[in-house]
């Protein structure tokens, strides 16, 4: 018997040229969301170190204020004790206390 003649012993014929377009509008998209990504990338970047920058700077402003806060409350309390001190010397004298005797009490 003879083989039927049909579709399957047809040679293929492949349509290459607009399956090779079809890549290169694809590489074409893909390679544009890659630029765009990376400019984004580039902003996202550059928007960051800024960031970084005001970060620094108001770190360091804190840590200055927290020093000054700091002295000041020393300053307070060393002119508390400065009073305190001068009111218990002011009492003693006005006590009918002599100098020398404070003295010979701190001793």
């Known amino acids: 018997m003879g083989r039927p003649k049909g579709s399957k012993n047809k040679p293929k014929v492949i349509d290459a040229s607009a ?3 079809e890549i ?3 590489v074409e998209n893909y390679a544009a969301q890659v630029v765009e990504l ?5 902003q996202t970047a550059s928007i960051l170190s800024e960031q970084k920058a005001s970060l620094r ?7 200055n204020l927290e020093k ?3 002295n000041l409350q020393d300053a307070a309390e060393k002119q508390q004790r400065e009073q305190e001190a001068r009111r218990l010397v002011d ?9 020398d005797d404070l003295k ?4």
């Not at 990376?38 to 580039?42: C, F, K, L, R």
């Not at 700077?57 to 840590?63: G, S, W």
């Not at 009492?91 to 100098?99: E, M």
């Not at 010979?104 to 001793?107: A, H, K, P, Q």
């Open 68 to 70: 000054e806060k700091a």
């Open 38 to 42: 990376e400019d984004q990338i580039a």
């Open 91 to 99: 009492s003693f004298l006005d006590s009918g206390n002599s100098l």
């Open 104 to 107: 010979r009490l701190l001793s």
């Open 19 to 21: 399956r090779i377009a």
């Open 57 to 63: 700077a108001v770190t360091r402003t804190i840590k």
């Open 24 to 26: 290169d509008r694809e």
